[in-house]
């Protein structure tokens, strides 16, 4: 089995507490106005190669003992389905914790995977409001959070840890009361899915601001945080304060 990749190397940083070793996976479907790996999504050839799946797991094992985790990322790993579940399962094999990236917008290809390896921990985005955030046309962007809701769903019943995020786009917060209005509805959504987890502490909940214009906005973001966290129904044990990169 062939696999488009970008690269696999350590981090500090994508996963907090973590030590872990991260494969960046080539394509996406999506196409976020603030993504950080837009190369990497568009599949630009200066960046993306396809290489044998054996060499990724070579490189898995030569990790041994170096990391805690494996984080599979992209791009859109779920446009690589088998090739995501090989690297997952070689992960648990070496005892690594397996974590996947994604944006949870294929759910036939996230059951694919979770019926083929397991997966300790998934770290999505809340992409709200979709056809703002997706970057895609409003009538796709309305059936990308469809599919986002059904894969949360399959999500919270079979993987272990859940972690959201919410990325805020800056201009929307210049207009505290509107932005909040837009993205209510759709948080609401969200919770109504992931509320027993929250109750467990299962479920992570981080807020991300995904541009330095978060520092013009006349919303403090600690104002910001506990409004979007009341919305969402987050406790003080479901709460999560750590941050990792976003992709
Ligand atoms: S942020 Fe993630 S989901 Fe959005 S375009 Fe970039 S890689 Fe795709």
């Given at each position: 089995?062939?696999?488009?990749?970008?690269?696999?190397?350590?981090s500090?940083?994508?996963?907090?507490?973590?030590v872990?070793?991260?494969?960046?996976?080539?394509?996406?479907?999506?196409?976020c106005?603030?993504?950080?790996?837009?190369?990497?999504?568009?599949?630009?050839p200066?960046?993306c190669?396809?290489?044998e799946?054996?060499?990724?797991?070579?490189?898995?094992?030569?990790?041994?003992?170096?990391?805690?985790?494996?984080?599979?990322?992209?791009?859109?790993?779920?446009?690589?389905?088998?090739?995501?579940?090989?690297?997952?399962?070689?992960?648990?094999?070496?005892?690594?914790?397996?974590?996947?990236?994604?944006?949870?917008?294929?759910?036939?290809?996230?059951?694919?995977?979770?019926?083929?390896?397991?997966?300790n921990?998934?770290?999505?985005?809340?992409?709200v409001?979709?056809?703002?955030?997706?970057?895609?046309?409003p009538?796709v962007?309305?059936?990308?959070?469809?599919?986002?809701?059904?894969?949360?769903?399959?999500?919270?019943e079979?993987?272990?840890?859940?972690?959201?995020?919410?990325?805020?786009?800056p201009?929307?917060l210049?207009?505290?009361d509107?932005?909040?209005?837009?993205?209510?509805?759709?948080?609401e959504?969200?919770?109504?899915?992931?509320?027993?987890?929250?109750?467990?502490?299962?479920?992570?909940?981080?807020?991300?601001a995904?541009e330095?214009?978060?520092?013009?906005?006349?919303v403090?973001p600690?104002?910001?945080?506990?409004i979007?966290?009341?919305?969402?129904?987050?406790?003080?044990?479901?709460?999560?304060e750590d941050?990792?990169?976003?992709?």
């Open positions: 089995m062939r696999v488009r990749l970008a690269g696999v190397g350590h500090t940083i994508d996963i907090v507490g973590d872990s070793l991260v494969v960046w996976l080539c394509g996406c479907n999506l196409r106005p603030f993504c950080h790996n837009w190369k990497i999504a568009r599949n630009d200066a960046l190669r396809e290489v799946i054996e060499r990724v797991l070579e490189r898995l094992e030569s990790a041994r003992g170096l990391a805690d985790s494996v984080l599979v990322t992209g791009g859109e790993p779920l446009l690589q389905p088998e090739a995501t579940a090989a690297i997952l399962s070689k992960a648990s094999e070496l005892g690594m914790r397996p974590v996947l990236e994604s944006n949870l917008t294929i759910p036939e290809a996230l059951r694919t995977v979770l019926d083929l390896a397991f997966v921990e998934i770290v999505t985005d809340i992409k409001p979709p056809e703002a955030m997706m970057g895609l046309s009538e962007a309305r059936r990308a959070w469809s599919s986002f809701l059904e894969s949360l769903r399959i999500a919270v079979r993987v272990p840890r859940v972690t959201l995020r919410l990325p805020i786009y201009g929307e210049r207009r505290r509107t932005y909040l209005a837009r993205i209510g509805r759709y948080l959504q969200v919770r109504s899915i992931v509320e027993p987890r929250l109750e467990s502490g299962e479920c992570r909940v981080e807020i991300v995904v330095t214009e978060m520092v013009e906005t006349p403090p600690a104002e910001l945080q506990r979007i966290e009341t919305s969402l129904g987050l406790t003080e044990g479901s709460r999560h941050r990792g990169r976003r992709h």
